[in-house]
């Protein structure tokens, strides 16, 4: 896409996108940076690499990254399975699929606290079974997870599979590839870019998740404490600078995420070339 | 391959029936099994759950619950916030495409990763930096006390906090597509000289629309729906600050199960039934 | 005439209502209190806007916020605009002094008793038929003992069930504070869940059904055994326990500010009348005046009761304990 000459409205459209997102996003973020500077950097350093902090970064990124995981494998199977299959209900879970985003965090917290808790309908089959408790441990925040993950997996990968040509799959089956041999040298890379964009998505938002975590991690210290746990912690302490030196981390962290989402869009983008 | 989220055709969603191209029936029936079992255990049994605990005590319980004072209030709350934050958000989406997909400028990539930002910040965060901001001891504090101002604990700080969360969601679906569209409809037209604003009317808004619906549904959907930020920023009284979401919780730690479940029931009705009316008028369209 | 007749009545009713509207003033209070106060003030608002009504004729309306004690006392920091604050411990009304001056450094004093209208104290809520033959502090220390309570972080009842331990292992081991850390050391690392408040806690005991025993306000317990039925639950009373005095002020700057001083603290002050007092029997708080308390008597168990100054005082115990690196921090060091 080049430079339009006589596209019009460029001023007006870059001039209100900057003045917004400066007044709803950049101003208030920019006050965790000023607080920060309260902050010496030794202190800063001190605050961010207390065992306690660490840990819970460690919960935080793990469980999110594990979450992640397996929203993306049972997202790519599901979107896989809307797109090219068609059975009875289809459109129905086609719909039902963004119900996660909906519903308030608080809410998928206290209804999956009821379902997996050690009493509850899979919690119990889960202990009696398998003897593995998911409520109230480091699981529990993984389930809590892949729940709000799941749409953000499904709506990533969906559109470029219905994009496919099914030209290519043709080819390759007149050159006489088995299907494993299609989908594994032709359709999988070329929805790989998408997936790993729905994982880093649900990765991104899974390391800040706050209210559904809470409901059902069991919230113990260095074992399923969480970031934003000890940010609001702090908070209650009346401690700011402490909860800004932990948050100002966490937002740089979001921010390195996603340069590295739009760079990997902007990667494939490329390749296919688009650009 | 391209664009990574964009709105679904729904004349494409009928499987192509090459048939050396099938999978196996069994791959398929599997993986069918594991995808209905995937939704099921992860999104109906917690719908289901909303709905059966909503109902649990009879239909005369759940309309009693819903039609309490301070859960109206807190519906009317909702209802407000969204009113002012999803109708803003989209006219900044459509802004923020349009620069992004039809101009070349430097910094493109950082305005972009800007815009996605909020989408990956705590909830918690999204609410501190405002009370870092609007608190009594935050930056505007002593000029708003000595104006007598309330934005934090009041209306004005919900929907700030509501407006930053749900901040990215029209530009996210807008931007990809409009990127794969290409301007070259747009300039036809305006090389047969129609006006820019009658350009956009005509040529653009017709191509982006469905893009354009999905991204005011998730937008409102998340508006309505956020818990973490609003909660920072509440104050939490009753009848007066609390939203939908915050209503519920406040209702199940009174250890009223109905009415927490039957403000939830709400929420999650509305998302899907502007989901099914989305998906009925792609399907109108398409086979018109 | 018939018109005439109308007209008149029409604008007798006129005259009646804006006669009343000149009278009965509308009033708003916000009173921001902690978790398990909710049943309590909801009976005591009610009870408070009838007999305000019957002495002065003045309609008042008290909005409820109910959050953990840390959060709300933060909120009103930040410029939630509460008339009355009702929490959980003095520590946290203190810091409406010392980082704003929001109210007089001696509120506590502008109250009887301490500014404490009710107390009450920490109890142990067990399953039904108390299955591990749980009595004491001694017996939930034990391993294998799955114990919940909320995070004394974020959780004003949580200090309190925690200082109610330590007192415990004071008495026990000499006043040996090395021995009491082992003690409150113990007793969290048995903590199947930290919930960040006290009714989050009720829940994960009694509708999750985790853990064996939930340590918790005296009130909450008998509250949860009345919502959740006698025939599942049972309070166990330790020998000795903390006296909890929920304290209760006029949030002087911002009353001003409403022109609502006389009435806030009118307001506070009628938790202390027979009335009050008698409500906060009836919600299982401990109340103060001795003629109420003695016909509430029978509800509670006896038990002693250390009171929080012969730990030092609020402000001693919160840096020693709960401050960042505090003993309760070093309970679940490192090295664990």
């Known amino acids: 896409m080049s430079q339009s000459s006589i596209m019009p409205g460029f001023r007006p459209t870059i001039g209100f996108t900057l003045i917004y ?255 | 391959m391209s664009a990574i989220t964009q709105p679904i055709n729904p004349t494409r969603l009928v499987a192509p029936q090459q048939q050396a191209l099938q999978d196996a029936d069994w791959v398929r029936w599997s993986l069918i099994a594991v995808a209905v079992g995937f939704i099921s255990l992860f999104i109906c049994l917690p719908l289901g759950l909303v709905i059966f605990q909503a109902l649990s005590k009879g239909v005369a319980a759940y309309w009693s619950a819903l039609s309490q004072n301070d859960t109206l209030a807190a519906i009317n709350l909702t209802l407000l916030t969204a009113l002012v934050t999803v109708p803003l958000n989209t006219v900044f989406g459509v802004a923020a495409a349009w620069a992004i997909t039809r101009f070349e400028f430097k910094g493109k990539s950082l305005l972009t990763t800007l815009i996605d930002l909020p989408f990956s910040v705590s909830p918690v965060i999204s609410g501190m930096i405002f009370v870092l901001l609007f608190g009594a001891q935050g930056w505007f504090g002593e000029w708003m006390m000595a104006h007598d101002v309330k934005i934090i604990f009041a209306v004005p700080g919900i929907i700030l906090a509501t407006l930053f969360i749900t901040f990215p969601f029209v530009a996210r679906q807008l931007i990809p597509l409009m990127q794969e569209m290409g301007n070259q409809e747009e300039e036809a037209a305006l090389s047969l000289g129609a006006s820019g604003w009658k350009t956009f009317w005509a040529v653009t808004i017709p191509n982006i629309k469905w893009a354009l619906l999905y991204g005011v549904l998730l937008c409102n959907a998340r508006a309505m729906g956020e818990f973490g930020a609003v909660s920072v920023v509440s104050g939490h009284i009753r009848g007066l600050t609390n939203t939908l979401p915050l209503h519920v919780e406040v209702s199940y730690n009174d250890y009223d199960v109905v009415g927490a479940f039957a403000g939830a029931s709400i929420l999650a009705a509305l998302a899907i039934v502007t989901l099914i009316l989305k998906t009925a008028l792609e399907w109108r369209q398409a086979n018109r | 005439m018939n018109k005439n007749l109308t007209n008149i009545i029409f604008a007798a009713v006129l005259a009646v209502l804006a006669a009343s509207e000149v009278r009965a003033a509308d009033i708003n209070l916000l009173n921001v209190s902690y978790d398990p106060t909710r049943e309590l003030y909801k009976q005591y608002n009610e009870a408070f806007a009838k007999y305000w009504k019957a002495k002065t004729g003045d309609n008042v309306t008290i909005n409820q916020s109910h959050g953990g004690g840390g959060k709300q006392a933060r909120a009103v920091l930040e410029g939630l605009e509460a008339d009355v604050v009702t929490l959980a411990l003095a520590y946290d009304i203190d810091q409406l002094y010392q980082k704003r001056k929001l109210i007089p450094e001696n509120w506590q004093t502008l109250l009887p008793k301490n500014s404490s209208p009710y107390t009450s104290t920490i109890v142990f809520l067990v399953r039904k038929g108390n299955p591990l033959g749980i009595k004491d502090w001694n017996d939930i220390v034990k391993p294998g003992v799955s114990v919940v309570t909320p995070n004394p972080k974020t959780s004003g009842g949580a200090r309190w069930n925690y200082l109610g331990a330590w007192a415990y292992a004071l008495k026990h081991n000499n006043n040996d504070e090395a021995v009491a850390k082992d003690f409150v050391g113990k007793l969290f690392k048995n903590a199947a869940v930290l919930d960040t408040g006290a009714r989050g806690s009720t829940t994960s005991f009694v509708e999750r059904e985790i853990g064996d025993v939930l340590i918790t306000w005296e009130n909450e317990a008998y509250l949860a055994l009345a919502e959740f039925g006698a025939d599942k639950f049972e309070i166990v009373t330790p020998s000795l326990s903390i006296l909890a005095e929920p304290p209760v002020a006029v949030v002087d700057d911002v009353a001003r500010k409403h022109g609502t001083t006389e009435v806030a603290t009118e307001y506070l002050k009628y938790l202390y009348s027979k009335e009050g007092q008698d409500l906060i029997g009836k919600n299982f708080y401990r109340p103060t005046d001795p003629e109420i308390a003695a016909k509430y008597a029978k509800q509670f168990q006896p038990l002693e009761l250390v009171k929080i100054d012969q730990l030092g005082g609020w402000n001693v115990a919160q840096n020693k304990h709960f401050a960042d690196g505090g003993v309760f921090d070093q309970i679940y060091g490192p090295g664990k």
Do not use: C
């Open chain 1, 21 to 275: 997102l400066s007044l709803v996003v950049l101003i208030p973020l920019s006050t965790l940076v000023f607080k920060s500077f309260e902050l010496s950097w030794d202190d800063y350093l001190h605050i961010i690499t207390s065992k306690r902090v660490l840990d819970s970064f460690r919960v935080s990124f793990s469980t999110a990254l594990l979450a992640a995981f397996i929203a993306g494998f049972f997202g790519f199977i599901v979107a896989w399975v809307l797109v090219r299959y068609s059975f009875f209900g289809k459109r129905f879970f086609h719909a039902l699929i963004d119900f996660p985003f909906a519903l308030p965090t608080a809410v998928a917290g206290i209804v999956l606290a009821t379902i997996f808790q050690p009493s509850g309908f899979l919690g119990k089959f889960l202990i009696d079974t398998f003897g593995l408790q998911v409520a109230f441990k480091p699981l529990g925040i993984v389930m809590a997870l892949i729940f709000i993950s799941i749409p953000f997996v499904v709506r990533t990968v969906e559109p470029v599979l219905l994009e496919f040509e099914p030209a290519l799959e043709e080819a390759a089956s007149s050159l006489g590839a088995t299907r494993l041999q299609v989908f594994g040298k032709i359709i999988f890379p070329n929805v790989f870019p998408a997936l790993l964009t729905g994982f880093a998505l649900a990765f991104a938002r899974g390391v800040g998740e706050y209210g559904s975590v809470i409901f059902i991690a069991g919230n113990i210290p260095y074992v399923s404490e969480i970031v934003p746990l000890l940010i609001v912690a702090k908070l209650e302490q009346y401690d700011y600078r402490g909860a800004t030196a932990i948050a100002l981390t966490m937002l740089v962290i979001s921010f390195v995420l996603l340069l590295m989402i739009n760079l990997l869009q902007y990667w494939v983008r490329k390749r296919s070339g688009q650009i």
